[in-house]
């Protein structure tokens, strides 16, 4: 687990999230996983997850909106039943990324959140 990972982690274990990390997903038939899921979080007050998804990459935005988009589709199919089979797939789900650098002014994109501070799991 990366450093950032492990932060992210402790941070929501810290709220009371039931937290998983670097879970596998996606059984492939000809062996292998479709993707790996890095901080996985439940919060049984609010009942709601969260997905983070953090990365030093340096990527160019176009490629890091393909890259996030495809992991957070993927990740949809898999938090529910793979990761909590319990809960219903109703439950609220946020996906963040969270990078240490992006271009200033942008935070959005593909709807998917970014996010490159840790003041709220859901912020």
């Known amino acids: ?6 932060l992210i982690a402790e941070y929501l274990e810290l709220q009371g999230f039931l937290v998983r990390t ?8 000809g062996g292998g996983w479709e993707m790996e899921l890095d901080v996985v979080g439940y919060d049984p007050k609010s009942r709601t997850v969260v997905h ?3 990365s030093i990459d340096g990527f160019s935005w176009a490629k890091r909106e393909a ?7 993927a990740a949809r199919n898999y938090i529910f039943t793979e990761i909590f089979p319990w809960l219903p ?9 969270v990078f240490v650098s992006h271009p200033k002014g ?13 003041t709220s799991p859901l912020a």
């Open 106 to 118: 942008r935070t959005l994109g593909v709807g998917i959140r970014y996010n490159h501070r840790l």
């Open 89 to 97: 797939p109703t439950t609220p789900l946020s996906h963040i990324a």
């Open 52 to 54: 983070y998804e953090p």
């Open 22 to 29: 670097n879970q596998k997903v996606g059984r492939r038939a």
């Open 1 to 6: 687990m990366s450093p950032l990972e492990n």
């Open 67 to 73: 890259r996030y988009l495809k992991k957070f589709n």
